[in-house]
């Protein structure tokens, strides 16, 4: 049974710093997405990783994969108040189209 | 395009009534999904489907069908609501496994009562 485990699932953070949250899972795995969620909204999609290696990046957002290691990073770099949201991380289980998500990381960050 | 439209948006329904959840995508999309969503859980997948005619469970199928007779249409439909079913419905869809992620509708919130 693929687990997919999100550290830490709360983080308070000040405005301007920088920070590294980590998505762990169990088994071998296709892909790792990333998605974003406002309050009472719906997910947005952040990243999509495909392979071992992977790097992308959007504004202050960088999402990395190892495959080896079964773990993905999002790296927050100089945060904003914006950036204010729960994250989680989804994986696929080989060879099928079930998706399973982490429980979520809610961000919180302070003026 | 509207991408993915759930409705209703909200719905409160009586242990032990049956209802339709409603989703559809105008993006010829051919993999679907439903998943709800409880505080602390994550999001967990209900059903999914690959294709028109071709649908399969999840992890918690259990009082919960789905049928996908068009690519565009994807219903739920739950047979006898229980409170413990009382969610945050999600649905989703893509257009294949290779490079995309999926797009979310905005969610039926569903309490049962």
């Known amino acids: 049974e693929l687990k997919v485990e999100q550290n830490p699932l709360f983080l308070s953070m000040q405005e301007g710093k920088n920070y590294t949250i980590y998505c762990n899972y169990s088994t071998t795995s296709d892909r790792l997405y990333w998605y974003r969620q406002d309050p009472g909204k719906s997910l947005e999609s952040l990243f999509v990783?495909?392979?071992?290696?992977a790097v992308k990046q959007e504004g202050r957002l960088m999402a990395s994969l190892d495959t080896k290691a079964r773990l993905s990073t999002l790296h927050i770099t100089a945060a904003v108040h914006d950036l204010s949201a729960t994250y989680f991380c989804?994986?696929?289980?080989?060879?099928?189209?079930?998706?399973?998500f982490g429980k979520g990381m809610k961000l919180t960050v302070n003026p | 395009n509207a991408g993915v439209t759930q409705t209703p948006k909200f719905q409160v329904l009586k242990t032990g009534q049956s209802m339709t959840l409603q989703c559809a995508q105008d993006m010829n999309h051919e993999y679907m999904s439903w998943y709800r969503q409880d505080p602390g859980m994550g999001l967990r997948l209900i059903h999914y489907?690959?294709?028109?005619?071709?649908?399969d469970q999840g992890e918690v199928p259990n009082g919960y069908n789905v049928s996908r007779s068009t690519t565009e249409d994807f219903p739920l439909r739950l047979l006898s609501a229980a409170p413990s079913q009382t969610s945050v419905y999600f649905c989703?869809?893509?257009?294949?496994?290779?490079?995309?992620?999926?797009?979310f509708g905005s969610g039926t919130r569903l309490t049962v009562v």
């Open positions: 989804a994986v696929d289980i080989s060879g099928s189209e079930k998706l399973v």
């Open positions: 489907s690959v294709g028109a005619g071709i649908t």
């Open positions: 990783l495909l392979s071992n290696g």
């Open positions: 989703a869809s893509r257009p294949d496994r290779t490079y995309y992620g999926y797009t």
